[in-house]
């Protein structure tokens, strides 16, 4: 006679909501899919549309060409731009070459845009909170002339930054930024310069604000805490940074289920999962399904925030 098969031990699953695709994200990911429907294969996209694996392999089954510059592209081609934003340089060079081109820039970044003009024609000094060589700081600092914008990465970079004049500086931020880091060092330039113009709304836009607060809100339970996101999208990243400084020292950022290690789970009882703003929501039930091989896993939905916002698809994809 076999064995009985050993009972499995018990595992809670908190998912942190919201968690995965934001309406930015989404919005993206349609233009990308409806341009394919509309002008067949192949359609080119200027960068990753969203910093996630798994959302550019489907696509690029379905027919879309991932390309890092506007130069690899064939004229006769759409061209779609990503939710990062583009230099207003990259728009020009495709009218220049009479391109059809469609921008899926996420609508926040645009926001960031508009904002970052509007103190340039104001003839204020811009500070940038950001990370170098992000596609979306290279989007926003090319809205404008070279020099006009100063990037800010620290508190210590806001504390050396020496503007030509300190009553006349205006800041705008990165939208996949840690709120509680971006905090610290908005206080550290307020304290310098009390009269600098801040944005209209907050810069961090509301999904990262939101999945930040999730994963907070499950920190304190959780004895591990798996994000599911790629390595190069910003606001996964900054999901394990804020898990970790809530005091959960087993963070950890994986791709999808493949990645995980059981050996980060032993000894946890409970277990803490989201999803960056890129990452599918089929990577959250591969992950459950994955611990469910080895543990008896009961899933518990711990709500931060509902979330109703939605972007409007450019025009000449939904027009018959």
Known sequence: MSEPARPRPPLTVLLATPRGFCAGVDRAIQIVERTIQKYGAPVYVRHEIVHNRHVVDRLKALGAIFVEELDECPVDRPVV??????????????????????????????????????????GMEIVLIGHAGHPEVVGTMGQLPEGAVTLIETVEDARAFTPKDTSNVAFATQTTLSV?????????????FPEIAAPHKEDICYATTN????????????????????????????????????????????????????????????????????????????????????????????????????????RVLVEG
């Open 81 to 122: 731009f990503s939710a990062h934003g583009v230099p207003k340089s990259v728009p020009a060079d495709a009218k220049a070459r009479q391109m059809l081109y469609l921008d899926a820039t996420c609508p926040l970044v645009s926001k960031v845009h508009v904002e970052a003009q509007r103190h340039y024609d104001a």
């Open 180 to 192: 509680d880091d971006t905090a610290a060092i908005v206080a550290a330039l307020r304290e310098r």
């Open 211 to 314: 999945r930040q607060e999730a994963v907070k809100s499950v920190a304190a339970r959780s004895d591990v805490l798996l994000v599911l996101g790629s390595a190069n999208s910003s606001n996964s990243v900054r999901l394990v940074e804020v898990a970790k400084r809530e005091g959960v020292a087993q963070a950890h950022l994986i791709d999808d289920a493949s990645f995980l290690d059981l050996a980060w789970l032993e000894g946890a009882s409970t277990v803490g999962v989201t999803a960056g703003a890129s990452a599918p929501e089929v990577l959250v039930q591969g992950l459950i399904d994955r611990l469910g091989e080895t543990f008896e896993v009961t899933v518990e939905e711990v709500d931060a925030a509902r979330e109703t916002v939605s972007f409007k698809l450019p």
